[in-house]
């Protein structure tokens, strides 16, 4: 009789507990705290974005992994944030690879001006392009996601409606969109986004290369009257979400395996804010009068045509490299074509 009292008891136990436990998902363990360094402000929409991205990681895991935001740089600069990561100052960050000139050669085809238009394009191609080539130069993290803004275009305080408008022109500009500045016969200026307003409101430079999203996610629009649509010519450029390496190892399995199927929600989560930024953007410049300024097709193909030395260019070093850069450059070429 008492050992079908224990066993009823045991029983009883089992059945209270074994809900509990199957609720507990992942890594039900003590909580781990980890940093994130991101450049964007606080208010920015990517800031808001990224930080919805850590509490959706610390419910998922039910507490097991909690992420503390560092915006506006205040961890680590742009352009120390990736060796930030690497080095552990923070466990995560967000930045972008051109920041960091050369240290990212065969991931630059990214950046170049390969004629864009729009963010959730941009973005795709990121992810098809790492997924695809594996890059080792990322190798010293762990990447979560990565992400490209919208097209690239001029934005300036006076109307640039031809090539000729553009000559000698400071524009803020950074890596490989310097390039493009040159290309396009103005004067590159390279200075972290977060200098260009006071730039801008000085005069230091006389605009910037930059996606129609700065004109309110950074209050350019204050700054500058005029875009110019420069399709044809129009660039972005490479983001990362990365991890510390020996971090992301430390983590249980179950904890990783959740973290990288919040990382592809993610990608289209941030493609799509990037369109959204951008006419968010262009309904803030609007709004203070500023003039946007389409190319006719003949004009347009003008600035196309000068992109074309940029792209040999990266070809010819990447192979000078060992690296496949000329594969690179064909599959978004092809990638593009193929996702308008």
């Not at 503390?68 to 552990?88: H, S």
């Not at 309110?216 to 660039?235: D, I, L, M, P, R």
């Amino acid at each position: 009789m008492l050992k079908k009292r224990s066993s009823a008891f045991v029983c009883g136990c089992l059945m209270i507990l074994l809900p509990m436990l199957l609720a507990a998902g992942p890594a039900s363990c003590k909580t781990v705290e980890l940093t994130y360094s991101i450049f964007f402000p606080a208010t920015h929409g990517h800031c808001i974005l990224a930080t919805e991205w850590a509490k959706e990681i610390e419910k998922r895991t039910n507490g097991a992994v909690k992420i503390n935001m560092f915006p506006g740089g205040t961890l680590t600069p742009a352009d120390q944030c990736y060796d930030g990561v690497v080095k552990g100052i923070s466990d995560i960050g967000m930045s972008v690879v051109s920041y960091v000139k050369g240290r990212f050669p065969l991931s630059e085809v990214i950046d170049l001006p390969l004629g864009y238009r729009a963010g959730n394009q941009a973005t795709k191609l990121c992810n098809a392009y790492f997924e695809k080539f594996k890059p080792k130069e990322f190798d010293d993290v762990k990447i979560m996601y990565l992400h490209g803004h919208g097209p690239g275009i001029v934005n300036t305080k006076k109307p640039v409606e031809k090539l000729e408008d553009l000559k000698g022109m400071k524009l803020r500009c950074t890596g490989t969109s310097s390039k493009v500045a040159s290309a396009l016969g103005a004067t590159p200026v390279a200075m972290p986004q977060t200098e260009t307003y006071d730039a801008l409101q000085k005069g230091v430079v006389e605009g910037v290369l930059s996606p129609i999203e700065v004109l309110k996610g950074w209050k350019f629009a204050e700054v500058t009257n005029c875009t110019t649509q420069n399709f044809g010519s129009s660039y972005s450029l490479l983001f990362f979400v990365a991890m510390n390496k020996k971090k992301w190892n430390s983590l249980p399995k179950d904890v990783q395996e959740t973290i990288e199927k919040i990382n592809k929600e993610w990608i289209d989560k941030t493609a799509k804010l990037w369109v959204d930024l951008d006419k968010e953007g262009t309904e803030f410049a609007l709004a203070k009068g500023h003039k946007i300024i389409q190319l006719s097709k003949e004009e347009d193909a003008r600035w196309a045509k000068l992109m074309e030395p940029i792209l040999d260019e990266y070809v010819k070093s990447t192979k000078a490299k060992g690296l496949p850069g000329d594969e690179a450059l064909k599959f978004c070429q092809e990638w593009l074509k193929n996702n308008p």
